[in-house]
């Protein structure tokens, strides 16, 4: 992981391999106008006042995510410094963003890989924007390499070592609190991606369970794991039914967080299909190859957990992590079975690719035993919601519409792009079944609502609960872009997280 520093120190005294600094768009001018962002001003005077002008004669235009490389001025012991594009100048009386600070960071932190140690000298006004370049630095600093002979991003470099926050405050409680709140997001989001990237060959449901075991114990969560024996016994027909298949038996692992000054509890419900072949459904040719991101659910809300237990917040936070491995043998349940669910319902199996309701079925009729004041899932669920918000922005369900708001506004706030979608009444009686209670398929319209419809019917009475689809962020296909990398992307976590925090300060939604 990447080491994480706060500075008092002037630029040009830094020893660093680089200096970052923020360029921005100004208004009127199709060039751009290239407007230095604050935090650059040493670095201004080394160039005599001139390094906007230079930017701009490199071809610099402030574009988010544009990077520009130039040597450092004569005197800065960092060699190089490298401008990072914030887009657009701030209207007047109005800071830069959180996430476009964000953006930035990573950025320049994926472009600096190699690099032992850099001085990022970005635009801090608070420790709210200490807090976001941290947290984007070390988000785009990160890398999968467990599987690459020479390691480091694919090229033969390893991820920038240290970042150095320049204009900050390291003795304010502020600073600290905001740079402690990035590296416990930031780790426990990174082994949340670190997760959804390993091969399914060595992450089944007993290898996922005893990941999250290992981290349990060594935060202070509770934790209990359901063996197959044990889920035959508690009836939970749906995770069953699922892993039937697979050589690989499922879990259920619950990781409890509690807080002896909390008064409200959450419960988080997360889809673990550690590889998803669709089953005896089988997927189609160019379907397959990254089913094993099918439990990114499962790693964003033992990431959220794990989390809250570190900045020890002051909710009760449930994790109840649901993992099977959905395969096609002779033992695998079949379209037209039908299974019990846990919560004592009957569902008919027309189509066993739609697996991921069924154990979530079964997790979240479980977690509504414990009546928490909300239950979020959160789940790879339905090629639909990619078909209807694309690649980068999650779904939002919920019996209740001032929860779903609440939770969009979360999201937006952390910087996850998300939209409130919809629960059609109308759409449930496409899921009536001749034979059972229910069938796990309806419609082919609207389908990533017909899922949430499903899922609203294992709710307990009376609790607030909330779906997010994340099937189109959770695994990056393209190149990697702001603090986001290709391959999974830790989608939901700190929209989870954030969700706690704001529960802790008595704002549920």
Known sequence: ???????????????????????????????????????????????????????????????????????APSGFKAPVVLAVGLGPVPEKDETYDAEALRRAAGVAARALAGSKKAAFALPIEDSGDA????????LGAYSFDAYKVNGGNGNGKAPLAEV????????????????ERAL?????????RDLVNTPPNDLDPEAFAAVASAAAKEHGIKVQVLDEKALTKGGFGGILGVGAGSEAPPRLVKLSY????????????????????????????????????????????????????????????????????NMPSGTATRPGDVLRMYSGKTVEVLNTDAEGRL??????????????????????????????????????????????????????????????????????KGMDSPTADIANMGERMGG??????????????????????????????????????????GSAVRTLVRLAERTADGDLG
């Open 258 to 325: 509690t807080s002896s000054k909390a008064d409200k509890h959450l419960a988080f419900v997360g889809k673990g299909i550690t590889y998803d072949s669709g089953g005896i459904s089988l997927k189609p040719a160019g379907h397959n190859e990254t089913m094993k991101c099918d439990m990114a659910g499962a790693a964003a809300v033992f990431a959220a957990v794990v989390t809250a237990a570190r900045l020890k917040l002051a909710v009760n936070v449930t994790g109840w992590l649901a993992l099977a491995e």
């Open 131 to 138: 807090g976001a370049i941290a947290e984007g630095a070390l």
């Open 359 to 428: 154990v979530l079925a079964d997790a979240i009729a479980k977690a509504s035993e414990e009546t928490p004041d909300a239950i979020v899932d959160v789940a790879t669920l339905t090629g639909a919601m990619m078909l209807a918000l694309g690649n980068r922005t999650f779904g939002i369900m919920a019996n209740d519409d001032a929860f779903r708001t609440s939770i969009h506004e979360v999201a937006e706030e952390v910087g996850e792009p998300s939209w409130p979608m919809p629960l059609p009444s109308d759409l449930r």
């Open 184 to 192: 416990a997001v930031t780790e426990e989001l990174n082994r949340a």
């Open 164 to 179: 150095a926050l320049l204009g900050t405050k390291p003795r304010d409680k502020a600073f600290k609190a905001a740079v």
């Open 448 to 489: 990533g609502l017909v899922a949430g419809l499903f899922l609203q019917e294992f709710v307990g009475e009376g609790i607030t609960w909330a779906h997010l689809d994340i099937a189109g962020p959770a695994f990056n296909e393209a190149g990697p872009f702001g603090y986001t990398p290709k391959g999974g992307t």
């Open 1 to 71: 992981m990447t080491a994480l520093t706060l500075s008092t120190a002037a630029a040009s005294g830094l020893r660093a391999d680089a200096i970052v600094v923020g360029v921005a768009k100004g208004p009127g001018s199709k060039s751009g106008n290239l407007v230095l962002a604050p935090g650059a001003e040493t670095v201004d005077k080394g160039y005599d006042g001139k390094l906007a002008a230079v930017l701009e004669t490199l071809g610099a235009s402030g574009g988010e995510g544009e990077v520009t490389k130039l040597p």
